[in-house]
């Protein structure tokens, strides 16, 4: 009886797993159309594209590769997905752990790595960038003429993800997310149509869509992103030796530097805090600090709170080049693509409290959720988004994100999980969903709640559009979906990663 039920849905499975009538035809058609572009399971450049990702719960087996080198290409490609039918998944930099985001089973794998083309206006306030770069070819390239954006803090981490989600980054409170200082995006619609949306042409709403609406309205094919000019700046990583009075006064250092008042009101300054727990040891592991400041500054009097405790180590130094500056932030524990991994994510208001409701729940889920799964890890990070940061976004231009800054700031309780075995996936999984629940309660009950989730930190199940523009974006985000893909295609023939129709 239990065997043939087995028999029964393992038969079931394979009939799913193979590949559709419609995917065939249009890897067929893709294959005929762009024969160097198209790769199929076997060849080394297939072999090559599917481990490009960065958390191994990502590698998923496309039915064919499509790796294009012009826009016009991704807008021919589209064409046939639609006419027959074929799903696919877009990727950028492949660094959004969400299974199914970045790839697909029975579709197309559209990677656009190859799209790397990078240009500077002549008046250097321009920086057209290509959707396959990731962050440091783009940085270190505009630093040494003397002009930044806004991207991501961690430098592998690719173009698109960041341009199309919103953007934690180094001078965020000076400039706001990185999306928002897009002045134009080129993308290809559902339909195959190449267009440039951008504040003042006929495609206002879909630009306003873009800026933080991720998958859901074409393929971007080329972001032009406002610069900023930028001298010396400082970077360093601190860690600190773990005791328990050590950790309370790193707890104490970010609760205050977080408050208005505190280290954060200067908006030159950045600082990304972290704790490491590793469960089945039943220890922290790590406590310590990334730091940026725009400006040649050594001792920074918004980090003193961090400076004047006694470290492990501390990288902290004023840099004239850029890859010294980012150096800090490059680890190679951060850069690994070995290990599966999990993002979730909440806020709460940017104040002493939120921080001091949130370290306890942390431990105690962290110790308690995972103590049976080995060589696993589990971090917080109270990534900070100022007052200033959102004032400094509507000056951009405004984005579908759209939190007032009239609101105040917020801290997010960035969790990320590390692991070897897929058997725990779902354990991994159930702890996360349980933490954030955890976190929720205790800040609503104690009116410490900041109703946000940050998509590019988002775990599988979270819904972060539904907290766009305090709740107002939504609605008019499906509105400009399906006014530029009346059929959906964006919806449902790319049904990986986060989508408006969900919410
Ligand atoms: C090590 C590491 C460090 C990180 N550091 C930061 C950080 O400092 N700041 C921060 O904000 N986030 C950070 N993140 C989170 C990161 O922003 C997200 O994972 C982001 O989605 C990654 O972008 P990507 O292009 O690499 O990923 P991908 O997985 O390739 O893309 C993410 C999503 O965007 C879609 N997409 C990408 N490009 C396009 C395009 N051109 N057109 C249409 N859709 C597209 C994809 O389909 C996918 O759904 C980090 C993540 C990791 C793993
Ligand atoms: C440092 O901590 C004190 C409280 O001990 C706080 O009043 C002060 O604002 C903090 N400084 C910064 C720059 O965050
Ligand atoms: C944990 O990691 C070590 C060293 O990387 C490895 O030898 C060991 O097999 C891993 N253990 C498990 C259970 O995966």
Request: proline share 5%.
């Amino acid at each position: 009886m239990q065997s043939s039920l087995i028999s029964i849905l393992s038969s079931l499975l394979l009939v799913s797993a193979l590949p559709g009538p419609n995917v065939q035809q249009g890897c067929r058609q893709l294959a005929a159309r762009f024969p160097t572009l198209t790769f199929t399971p076997g060849t080394t450049e297939y072999n090559t594209q599917i481990i490009n990702v960065w958390s191994q719960t990502c590698i998923i087996e496309p039915y064919c590769v499509f790796e294009p080198e012009t826009a016009q290409q991704v807008a021919s490609a589209l064409g046939i997905f639609t006419a027959t039918n074929t799903k696919f998944a877009v990727r950028s930099g492949g660094h959004m752990p969400v299974p199914g985001a970045n790839s697909i089973a029975d579709g197309v794998l559209v990677s656009l790595n190859r799209m790397t083309a990078k240009s500077l206006s002549r008046d250097k306030k321009v920086a057209s960038l290509g959707p396959g770069l990731r962050w440091a070819p783009v940085y270190e390239w505009l630093y040494s003429q003397g002009v930044l954006v806004n991207g991501g803090r961690f430098s592998d981490v690719g173009v698109g993800g960041i341009l199309l989600g919103g953007g934690l980054n180094f001078w965020g409170s000076q400039y706001g997310w990185s999306s928002s200082n897009v002045r134009n995006f080129q993308v290809a619609l559902a339909n195959g149509q190449l267009v440039e949306a951008n504040a003042n042409g006929p495609y206002s709403d879909l630009f306003w869509a873009l800026k933080g609406g991720s998958s859901n309205f074409g393929i971007v094919t080329r972001f032009d992103v406002n610069t900023f000019t930028i001298g010396p700046i400082t970077g360093g990583l601190i860690q600190y030796p773990y005791s328990p009075e050590n950790h309370q006064s790193w707890v104490d250092a970010v609760a205050h530097y977080v408050e208005p008042t505190g280290g954060s009101s200067d908006v030159r300054a950045s600082m990304n805090p972290v704790t490491v727990v590793t469960p089945s040891l039943g220890e922290v592991t790590v406590i310590g600090s990334w730091f940026s400041y725009n400006g040649a500054e050594t001792a920074p009097a918004a980090f003193e709170n961090f400076t004047s405790m006694d470290a492990l180590f501390n990288t902290m130094r004023v840099s004239t080049e850029y890859s010294d500056f980012q150096s800090h932030f490059d680890l190679p524990d951060i850069l690994d693509r070995s290990n599966r991994h999990l993002f979730s994510v909440t806020a709460m208001k940017a104040k002493a409290e939120s921080v001091y409701l949130a370290n306890p729940i942390f431990l105690e889920h962290a110790f308690e959720k995972l103590k049976n799964v080995p060589n696993c890890t589990t971090s917080i990070n109270y990534a900070l988004v100022t007052q200033n940061w959102l004032a400094a976004s509507r000056r951009a231009g405004g984005d579908s994100i759209d939190l007032d800054p009239a609101k105040g700031g917020f801290v997010q309780m960035s969790i990320e999980s590390i692991w070897e075995d897929e058997k725990y996936d779902a354990q991994v999984n159930q702890y996360s969903r349980e933490l954030i629940a955890a976190f929720d309660k205790a800040s609503k009950a104690a009116g410490l709640h900041y109703p946000f989730t940050y998509i590019n930190e988002a775990g599988t199940s979270q819904t972060p559009f539904s907290t766009y523009g305090d709740g107002k974006s939504l609605g008019r985000l499906r509105n400009i979906a399906h006014k530029y893909d009346p059929n959906g295609v964006f919806q449902k023939l790319v049904p990986g990663g986060f989508k408006v129709s969900v919410g």
